[in-house]
């Protein structure tokens, strides 16, 4: 109050409005916003492993389709028959084994014949060169080798195939080629053939892959020696006699019509199946 008794007038409180009650500024409230809620892994189709497998083994499973379709129909027009080998003559010209007990030599020469059939009638094989190569059929006593030039094998054709399956101081082990060759009588022999065949259908040629002609059951025997020769005996007015059947050699066994089989020879890496 004034010193006369009046009350002393109050300046105004600082505000937006005159006379109107001070208003207080509030500050809002800082609320963190929730971070989003992250998608689990594999929930993402085309960028999962699974997802990557899935369609590996679709893409794998119809390409399998489509070569069974493939090969089905090419069976259904073609009718594709492997080639038939027949082995219809086996001779031995020559078979010595050294007397050495260490290492002992083989010399020999095996006459062969066999009969190649081709029994489809649009499609042709086409042969690179042949390694001819044959064995006992004990231990495997190599006998020799040789080679036999390729050839195109046209439909329904028939082809004679001969080759001479030498050797010439090969190295033999003693105990095997003692007990598997025969200095007399027959023994049993296994001849193999090997060789890249490619199959042509019209203008097409498809890639070469190894087959093995396989023979076995195969029986040879060495020739005979010659017989001594006879001493002269002199005899007056002795009539000439007649040469004896057993003095002439006898000839070598001789296989006929021996079936062998065709196997395909797939190579992987260093390996060959």
């Known amino acids: 109050m004034s010193s006369n008794g009046k009350p002393t007038p109050q300046p105004p409180a600082a505000g937006n409005g005159a006379g109107g009650p001070p208003k207080m500024y509030q500050r809002p409230i800082y609320r ?7 998608r689990r892994r594999g929930r993402s189709c085309p960028f999962s492993c699974c997802c990557c497998f899935f369609w590996a083994v679709l893409v794998i499973l119809l390409l399998a389709f489509l070569a069974a379709v493939a ?4 069976y259904i027009l073609y009718h594709p028959h492997r080639p038939v080998f027949t082995l219809s003559a086996a001779r031995v010209a020559k078979l010595s084994l050294s007397s050495s007990a260490t290492v002992p030599a083989l010399t020999s020469a095996i006459d062969v014949t066999l009969i190649a059939k081709n029994p489809n009638k649009k499609l042709v094989y086409l042969y690179d060169d ?12 190599p006998l020799g080798e040789a080679s036999v030039p390729g050839f ?4 329904a054709n028939i082809t004679v195939v001969k080759a001479t399956v030498s050797a010439s101081a090969l190295g033999v082990d003693p105990t095997a080629a003692s007990s598997d060759i025969k200095r007399s009588g027959d023994f049993p022999i296994t001849l193999d053939l090997e060789t890249n065949a490619g199959v042509k259908v019209g203008g097409l040629k498809t890639k070469k892959i190894g087959i093995q002609v396989h023979c ?3 029986k040879v025997a060495a020739p005979a020696p010659p017989p001594a020769p006879a001493k002269k005996k002199k005899l007056a007015k002795a009539a000439p006699s007649p040469v004896a059947v057993d003095d002439v050699p006898p000839a070598a066994v001789t296989t006929v019509a ?3 089989q065709v196997r395909i020879r797939v190579k992987i890496w260093k390996w060959t199946f």
Do not use: L
């Open 216 to 218: 076995e059951g195969v």
């Open 130 to 141: 042949f390694t001819v190569t044959a064995a006992t059929a004990a231990n495997a006593v």
């Open 258 to 260: 021996r079936v062998c």
């Open 71 to 74: 090969g089905g129909a090419f």
């Open 152 to 155: 195109t094998h046209e439909a």
């Open 32 to 38: 963190p916003q929730q971070a989003p809620a992250k």
